[in-house]
């Protein structure tokens, strides 16, 4: 497994080795010691799957302290444009956001840690999608900046993706009040 840094600090790539023969294939996709001596310290707690048809985007959604969560996504089936948006206020890369191709094929991971937002948009109809959670769900510190703020700059590829109306709805980030 490679753990690849991104211009965002905190935020890495994870491309597992693949091991394929005639039979399938087998990649290990966590290595607590591994991610540690790369600085990445991650108590899982949660496990989350969803399945989206094509055009569906989630996000950008995140959890306030103490609810705050870590997360490490990758694209079980399908593809996805994984979008993490830094929310750190003491953050050079404050208001950045890093954007990546997950798909069934790659089997590339992304690890956000807190303070980040976090989006996706499926690429391909029956996308299966799976992250895991350093914090549990709590609905009451949920929150959701406006996955088309034009001060973001986030090219989603998307004009008219399906949305939820959380998302629909989500803040401005320049009203936005980080507690990160």
């Known amino acids: 497994m490679e753990i690849i ?3 965002i600090n905190d935020l890495f790539v994870i491309q597992p080795k693949l091991f394929e023969d005639e039979r399938g294939y087998f990649y290990e996709s ?3 010691a591994l991610f ?3 600085g990445i310290i991650a108590d899982f707690v949660q496990d ?3 399945l989206s048809q094509k055009g569906v985007l989630r996000g950008l959604h995140f959890q306030n302290p103490p609810f705050a969560q870590g997360k490490l996504v990758r694209a079980i089936k399908g593809a996805i444009l994984d979008v993490a948006l830094d929310l750190r206020k ?3 890369t404050y208001g950045q956001h890093f954007d990546i191709e997950l798909n069934e094929t790659n089997k590339t991971m992304l690890w956000i840690p807190p303070g980040f937002a976090h989006g996706f948009l499926t690429l391909e109809n029956n996308t299966i ?3 895991k959670c350093t914090n549990v769900y709590n609905k ?5 900046i406006l996955w088309n703020d034009s001060t ?3 090219n989603w590829k998307i004009n008219d993706p399906i949305l939820s109306e959380k998302d629909k709805n989500g803040k401005l980030f320049n009203s936005f009040k980080s507690q990160f």
């Not at 009451?140 to 959701?144: I, V």
């Open 5 to 7: 840094g991104t211009p």
């Open 30 to 32: 966590y290595s607590k």
């Open 36 to 38: 540690e001596k790369n």
């Open 48 to 50: 989350n799957q969803s």
């Open 90 to 92: 003491n953050s050079d």
């Open 129 to 131: 999608f799976s992250y």
């Open 140 to 144: 009451a510190s949920e929150d959701c």
């Open 152 to 154: 973001l700059s986030i």
